[in-house]
């Protein structure tokens, strides 16, 4: 009987470890829940309600946060959504939530405002999509607020305020200082544009604000980031690496 008990026990505690480790399927939606195609046509100022997993968080004040997210078919960017500091640092890398909301956009940028959030159960991380090759055309936008990646560009020189040739800016017509937004400009196939390291989302003391820092015009490099938008794509960048 004692060994009959102990085996049971045992299929228990290995059922229980199954479940644990199930994945999530970020394509799965609940009731009532829009696919990202349907919140993509839906009109804007109107009622939204997604599933989405966070993948960055851009900012916290005033009980409000900002945040990047996405499922498996695309990004949503979260507005000044209402949370304490304490939600704010619980909802990190890859946690799960239902988001009802407004659809809005703010120079080119759609976002959810006015939002109200739950913590639902699974987690998804998603990998940043190769962009490169969509520069400079009309389907880059699809991918807004996605997690992307760039690669092979060349650093460009920017001009800073006396006239001098540099590889970045702080601020994006240099009159910022360290610890402000970094504008540089990368190009390819001979096309140059524009990239930021938003010191909200990357601040000072981060790998990706040092790098930038340390780059010099000519050099090859690989980023990742958010494809933000700013009346056009403002990619966010999270990412160097210097080739």
């Not at 644990?20 to 609940?30: M, Q, R, S």
């Not at 799960?96 to 959030?117: C, L, P």
Request: proline share 2%; glycine share 8%.
């Amino acid at each position: 009987m004692k060994k009959l008990f102990v085996l049971v026990l045992a299929l228990v505690m290995v059922l229980s470890f199954a479940g644990c480790g199930k994945k999530d399927d970020p394509k799965k939606k609940g009731e009532g829940v829009m696919t990202h195609d349907q919140y993509v046509a839906a009109e804007l100022n109107s009622e939204v309600t997604i599933e989405t997993y966070v993948q960055a968080k851009q900012s916290w004040w005033n009980d409000k946060g900002t945040f990047y997210t996405q499922d498996a078919d695309g990004a949503y960017f979260l507005y000044e959504m209402p949370c304490s500091e304490e939600e704010y640092n619980k909802l990190t890398e890859g946690t799960k939530i239902k988001v009802t909301g407004y659809k809005s956009e703010w120079s080119g940028q759609v976002e959810i405002i006015d939002a109200k959030y739950e913590i639902e159960e699974g987690s998804y991380v998603a990998k940043a999509t190769d962009v490169t090759a969509l520069l400079g055309t009309d389907d880059l936008i699809k991918h807004m607020t996605e997690k992307v990646s760039f690669k092979d560009l060349k650093i460009e020189s920017s001009v800073d305020p006396n006239g001098k040739e540099v590889a970045f800016l702080y601020n994006w017509d240099g009159s910022g200082e360290p610890g402000s937004d970094l504008y540089f400009y990368a190009s390819t196939n001979g096309v140059r544009y524009q990239f930021t390291v938003e010191s909200y989302l990357c601040g000072k003391d981060t790998d990706v604000y040092k790098a930038v820092e340390a780059l010099q015009v000519g050099q090859t490099v690989d980023m990742e980031g958010f494809l933000y938008w700013y009346n056009g794509p403002n990619p966010h960048i999270t990412k160097v690496t210097v080739k």
